[in-house]
Antibody
Framework: QVQLQESGPGLVKPSETLSLTCTVS?????????WGWIRQPPGKGLEWIGN???????YYNPSLKSRVSMSLDTSKNQFSLKLSSVTAADTAVYYC???????????WGQGTLVTVSS | QSALTQPPSASGSPGQSVTISCTGTSSDVGGYRYVSWYQQHPGKAPKLMIYEVNKRPSGVPDRFSGSKSGNTASLTVSGLQAEDEADYYC?????????FGTGTKVTVL
């Protein structure tokens, strides 16, 4: 059974870069799936941030594309998110998830709250 | 890309049915059969309930069903139970992108 776990700083200063890692267990990220990041501001809805495929190909939300970068580390079975030039509007619970290639996220991490504040 | 439009709230008594709509455009919902639905309880991660418009993952009760007509997808929960009270989000493929709906809070009266 696949499990995902987000990790990273819970507090980031404005204008800095948010960095999160998702550790996957029970399944190899080198297999045929997409791996994604989704966020949810407090009290608000879900927002897709982007996906990365096993080949390293990336797909980003157009509204965030200029600030987002995703990568894979197959040796550690992890994938990562970087979001630059953050503001208070980037405060959210960030989830990592597995996408079975039909835009359906079938496994999710528990989520991690990232607050942007000085 | 704009969020898909869902009604903010829906409700029903135990045993009744509730249907939630999800309206997009021909560039997302109307253009692909990759519509998913998620259930989210407070403080928890979303859970996939429906994928590819009307398919249920293993373990999801058959009380949950999905459909699509044109640019609008729908989720129906039949035989409402207390544990169905949650937020529900639709999602659609949008040509190399994904877009979520605005979310609907379902209340079991």
């Amino acid at each position: 059974q696949v499990q995902l776990q987000e990790s990273g700083p819970g507090l980031v200063k404005p204008s800095e870069t948010l960095s999160l890692t998702c550790t996957v267990s029970g399944y190899s990220i080198s297999n045929n799936y997409y791996w994604g990041w989704i966020r949810q501001p407090p009290g608000k809805g879900l927002e897709w941030i982007g996906n990365i495929f096993q080949t390293g190909n990336t797909y980003y939300n157009p509204s965030l594309k200029s600030r987002v970068s995703m990568s894979l580390d197959t040796s550690k079975n992890q994938f990562s998110l970087k979001l630059s030039s953050v503001t208070a509007a980037d405060t959210a619970v960030y989830y990592c998830a597995r996408d079975g290639s039909t835009s359906a996220f079938d496994s999710w991490g528990q989520g991690t709250l990232v607050t942007v504040s000085s | 890309q704009s969020a898909l439009t869902q009604p903010p709230s829906a409700s029903g008594s135990p045993g009744q049915s509730v249907t939630i709509s999800c309206t997009g455009t021909s560039s997302d919902v109307g253009g692909y059969r990759y519509v998913s639905w998620y259930q989210q309880h407070p403080g928890k991660a979303p859970k996939l309930m429906i994928y590819e418009v009307n398919k249920r993952p293993s373990g999801v009760p058959d009380r949950f069903s999905g459909s699509k007509s044109g640019n609008t997808a729908s989720l129906t929960v039949s035989g409402l139970q207390a544990e169905d009270e949650a937020d529900y989000y639709c999602s659609s493929y949008a040509g190399s992108n994904n877009v979520f709906g605005t979310g609907t809070k379902v209340t079991v009266l």
